[in-house]
């Protein structure tokens, strides 16, 4: 059926030629059997061409038509395969190249979105930053944060395993354990309400918890989206703002927040300046999350005093990044 409606459809556009040669056909044919009289075909002929020529015209102009369709689409098509396989699209980022760009982001971000695993950079590093810089310039400031869920023993101890199996003989995550997993991430969930507190009018934070990881990380800014892996050691991808590729991946992180197990910070009890081990535990209570009676008091003070230290967790693994020069 398919077949017969093409074919018809391409006769019904050749339709005009089709007149023209049964036009002419017949002309010769009554020519031959000596019905016209001596001259009168003679006469057919110049109608025939103008018709012939007519027909021949409009060809031309829709192949000119159809020649213009098809440079647009190819040049729209170059234009994108230019974009997503030119270096200014995905570049490969290594060693200080990361710290350097996500150093610049944080001087000038509005956004900050982060999905990881248990966010011991952002809360030493990216979150105090970004709240002075903030402070300073009196802009506004979205931090979205997605973390592994702390409660979930399973989840942190395949996370664990997974970074366990992947570290080289000698290295620090031999001697990691979920425990220590689930309390690097509470130790950033008590610096978000810390932090979110003291700028509640600055700093719009949204905390989701997550039944998933990744080898990756994902910084999505105001400017690029960085990916990496364990640290900055480890090879990573910046994608530029004007990237085709750096929206879709605004939109996926933002819609994979939304389904996290998303914590209401608006509940979280008043900290002080150095939180104690009761106000910790209150804290975790509040959120619905709260610490198992594994959690010894001196893990609870580990907790939240991890949670306000600064000290970077990458300082010495990179060479440092030379400043940049504008």
């Known amino acids: 059926m398919t077949?017969?409606?093409?074919?018809?459809?391409?006769?019904?556009?050749?339709?005009?030629?089709?007149?023209?040669?049964?036009?002419?056909?017949?002309?010769?044919?009554?020519?031959?059997l000596e019905v016209?009289?001596?001259?009168?075909?003679?006469k057919l002929i110049l109608p025939v061409l103008a018709l012939l020529a007519y027909v021949w015209i409009r060809d031309r102009n829709r192949q000119a038509r159809v020649a213009e369709q098809i440079g647009a689409v190819t040049r729209a098509t170059d234009g994108?395969?230019?974009?997503?396989?030119?270096?200014?699209?995905?570049?490969?980022?290594?060693g200080a190249a990361i710290t350097r760009l996500l150093a610049e982001a944080r001087k000038d971000s509005d956004l900050w979105l982060f999905k990881g695993g248990t966010g011991t950079y952002i809360r030493a590093v990216t979150l105090p930053e970004c709240v002075e810089r903030a402070k300073s310039t009196r802009?506004?400031?979205?931090?979205l944060l997605e973390l592994l869920d702390p409660t979930n023993e399973a989840l942190c101890a395949a996370y664990?395993?997974?970074?366990?199996?992947?570290?080289?003989d000698g290295a620090e995550e031999k001697g990691w354990t979920p425990l220590d997993t689930r309390k690097d991430v509470y130790s950033t969930i008590l610096a978000a309400c810390w932090y979110q507190q003291r700028n509640s009018r600055l700093l719009d934070?949204?905390?989701?918890?997550?039944?998933?990881?990744?080898?990756?990380?994902?910084?999505?800014?105001?400017?690029?989206?960085v990916i990496t892996q364990r640290g900055p050691e480890f090879p990573g991808l910046a994608i530029p703002r004007d990237s085709a590729h750096?929206?879709?991946?605004?939109?996926?992180?933002?819609?994979?927040l939304d389904q996290t197990r998303l914590l209401e910070l608006g509940r979280a009890p008043r900290l002080s300046a150095q939180p104690t081990v009761a106000e910790t535990r209150e804290l975790f209570v509040a959120l619905g999350i709260a610490l198992t009676e594994e959690f010894s008091d001196s893990d609870v003070k580990a907790i939240a005093r991890g949670a306000l230290s600064r000290?970077?967790?990458?300082?010495?693994?990179?060479?440092?990044?030379?400043?940049?020069?504008?």
């Open 160 to 168: 664990t395993q997974l970074h366990q199996s992947l570290s080289s």
């Open 80 to 94: 994108m395969w230019k974009l997503l396989s030119s270096g200014d699209s995905v570049k490969s980022l290594n």
């Open 36 to 42: 016209f009289e001596d001259g009168q075909s003679d």
């Open 3 to 32: 077949t017969v409606t093409a074919r018809l459809r391409n006769a019904m556009s050749n339709l005009d030629l089709g007149i023209v040669l049964l036009v002419a056909a017949a002309v010769s044919i009554l020519d031959l």
């Open 246 to 256: 750096y929206h879709p991946w605004n939109v996926e992180l933002e819609n994979s």
């Open 205 to 225: 934070l949204k905390l989701g918890l997550s039944d998933t990881f990744s080898l990756f990380r994902c910084d999505l800014t105001s400017t690029h989206l």
């Open 139 to 143: 802009r506004r400031m979205r931090f």
């Open 311 to 326: 000290v970077d967790p990458y300082k010495g693994r990179v060479p440092v990044p030379a400043p940049s020069i504008n």
